[in-house]
């Protein structure tokens, strides 16, 4: 049973200009998806820059606002009280955002920034409070002088341990992580990722993992939606999306990870070529006359795809 549900989220950006700032357009940023949360489990959005992962991250949380659609959460519908303060939902639905630098305030020691939401949520004594920092600080392998210490005065990887820290402060259900490790060096990304999957088994955490990369997603995520323009091409477990794509944009995305394996790589290459005829020669399947993505519909009970219903079958 999921414990929450996303419905036909949109969110759209208003453009302003004229004389009097007034709106003139608008910038479809969020275009109708649809997600569940389980327990336990980690969810991968997947797309190209700007298709939309940030913006929902952002509005899931509650950073900007939801044009239309509705979050249940727990049964209760939070779509207009998600920062309510001392609210359940606040404390546990946390982000850890694509960029650490600047999401940990330069001006705070490590210890105030990831007492935050303690002291927002929990009413802990300055001696539990203590205690409990210093259990995160073990938590996410770093050390009790990092304290006293500012922002700056860490490398990325041990930032974005910080910015971990600050998220799981106040055991939170679910984690939006917004390309935790993209900024990362390779090494220090496969550091990170482990130590995300080991605590997501110790305190049954959930996550919306926001990445560009399907190879880290795919360590990472039991459940991948690819999304583009704003909506969901193909959602699916880690079977239907990596060895049973059917969206040519999921195919596309597939086909352009490198590869380091000399072995086979002339047959990838020529993978990649059928590829991109099958694009053009059937790109009204995959995309109506708008270049807009049709409605997902369902293969089986977890994959799903966005095609014209009479081409479904044949492909
Ligand atoms: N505050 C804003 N005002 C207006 N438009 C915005 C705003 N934030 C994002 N957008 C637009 O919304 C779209 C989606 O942006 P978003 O940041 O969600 O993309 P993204 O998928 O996270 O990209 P990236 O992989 O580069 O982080 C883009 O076209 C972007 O230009
Ligand atoms: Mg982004």
Request: aromatic share 8%.
């Amino acid at each position: 049973m999921s414990f929450m549900q996303i419905n036909d989220l949109k969110v759209y950006y208003p453009i302003r200009g004229g004389f009097f700032n007034t709106v003139v357009d608008q910038v479809t940023a969020v275009d109708g998806i649809s997600l569940e949360f389980e327990k336990g489990k980690a969810y991968g959005l997947v797309g190209e820059s700007g298709c939309g992962k940030s913006t929902t991250g952002k509005s899931i949380i509650g950073l900007e606002k939801i044009t239309s659609g509705s979050i249940v959460y727990e049964g209760q519908n939070v779509t207009h009280n998600r920062r309510g303060r001392g609210s359940s939902y606040n404390r546990d639905i946390q982000m850890i955002f694509q960029d650490a630098h600047s999401s940990l305030n330069p001006r705070k020691r490590v210890q105030d920034i990831i007492a935050e939401p303690i002291r927002n949520f929990l009413n802990l004594s300055p001696d539990e409070e203590k205690r409990r920092i210093n259990e995160l600080l073990a938590i996410v392998g770093m050390n009790e002088d990092a304290k006293l210490k500012y922002p700056h005065e860490f490398s990325g990887g041990q930032k974005q341990r910080i910015g971990i820290a600050r998220a799981i402060a106040c055991n939170p259900k679910l984690i939006i992580a917004d390309e935790p490790v993209s900024a990362l060096d390779l090494s220090v990304q496969a550091q990170v990722l482990n130590f995300m999957k080991d605590i997501q088994q110790e305190f049954g955490l959930s996550y919306l993992f926001i990445s560009h990369d399907l190879g880290v997603v795919k360590h990472m995520c039991d459940h991948i939606s690819i999304m583009y323009k704003g909506r969901f091409v193909e959602s699916g477990n880690r079977q239907d999306i990596y060895t049973n794509p059917q969206h040519i944009y999921t195919k596309r995305l597939l086909s352009a990870i490198p590869d380091v394996n000399p072995v086979g790589r002339e047959e990838r290459k020529k993978e990649r070529i059928e590829v991109e005829a099958n694009y053009t020669a059937n790109h009204k399947n995959y995309y109506d006359e708008n270049g807009k993505v049709f409605d997902l519909k369902k293969l089986s009970t977890t994959h799903f795809v966005a095609m014209s219903a009479h081409e479904k079958g044949g492909i």
